[in-house]
T-cell receptor, first 115, second 117 residues
Framework: AQKVTQAQTEISVVEKEDVTLDCVYETRDTTYYLFWYKQPPSGELVFLIRRNSFDEQNEISGRYSWNFQKSTSSFNFTITASQVVDSAVYFCALSENNQGGKLIFGQGTELSVKP | GAVVSQHPSRVICKSGTSVKIECRSLDFQATTMFWYRQFPKKSLMLMATSNEGSKATYEQGVEKDKFLINHASLTLSTLTVTSAHPEDSSFYIC?????????????FGPGTRLTVL
């Protein structure tokens, strides 16, 4: 069965610290997609990244980077030099190829960046 | 690009009334739209998948007669909570996929906070 686990419920850091948000997934499908979304206090989910199961290259976008490791079924997200505006709930999600686009979300990690 | 809107953003209604929530894709055509429900401090729970011109597919445990979904055009899907009760109070979020494949990236609306008194 498919499942996404974000073991860190809450993380608190001080501005300019680096922080890594963990995501571990379970799937029996060989073709799947992984996502990260940011949900600020306003409530809207903001798309951050999509990665398919055949692309294990790590990705960097500004202060954000993602580490996809199929061997450990992990898709971790790192924020470098965190800022107060990074404070939000971050969700990792999984979509399997044969499930019609259904997203399975992790429990979310609430990140608090203090000045 | 890929902007999704929802209306209303917040609604308060009396128990027993029906409430309609609209979800629109503003700059793209959305063959597939999804409706989620989120409780405070919780993750998102998929309620149903909506394909333009066909009946919605509901997740197990979601009452289709209570949560009516209509996807009449490629840019609009509506969720109607019928005979709302306080336990229906929640944050409802829709999403839409931009491409023709349902596994494309889902772009989310800003959500609708429903409070049933």
């Amino acid at each position: 069965a498919q499942k996404v686990t974000q073991a860190q419920t809450e993380i608190s850091v001080v501005e300019k610290e680096d922080v890594t948000l963990d995501c571990v997934y379970e799937t029996r499908d060989t073709t799947y997609y992984l996502f990260w979304y940011k949900q600020p206090p306003s409530g809207e989910l903001v798309f951050l990244i999509r990665r398919n199961s055949f692309d294990e290259q790590n990705e960097i976008s500004g202060r954000y980077s993602w580490n996809f490791q199929k061997s450990t079924s992990s898709f971790n997200f790192t924020i470098t030099a965190s800022q107060v505006v990074d404070s939000a709930v971050y969700f990792c999600a999984l979509s399997e190829n044969n499930q019609g686009g259904k997203l399975i979300f992790g429990q979310g990690t609430e990140l608090s960046v203090k000045p | 690009g890929a902007v999704v809107s929802q209306h209303p953003s917040r609604v308060i209604c009396k128990s027993g009334t029906s409430v309609k929530i609209e979800c629109r894709s503003l700059d793209f055509q959305a063959t597939t739209m999804f409706w989620y429900r989120q409780f405070p401090k919780k993750s998102l729970m998929l309620m149903a998948t909506s394909n333009e011109g066909s009946k919605a597919t509901y997740e197990q445990g979601v009452e289709k007669d209570k949560f009516l979904i209509n996807h009449a055009s490629l840019t609009l899907s509506t969720l109607t909570v019928t005979s709302a009760h306080p336990e229906d109070s929640s944050f409802y979020i829709c999403s839409a996929t931009q491409g023709g494949v349902s596994t494309d990236t889902q772009y989310f609306g800003p959500g609708t906070r429903l409070t049933v008194l």
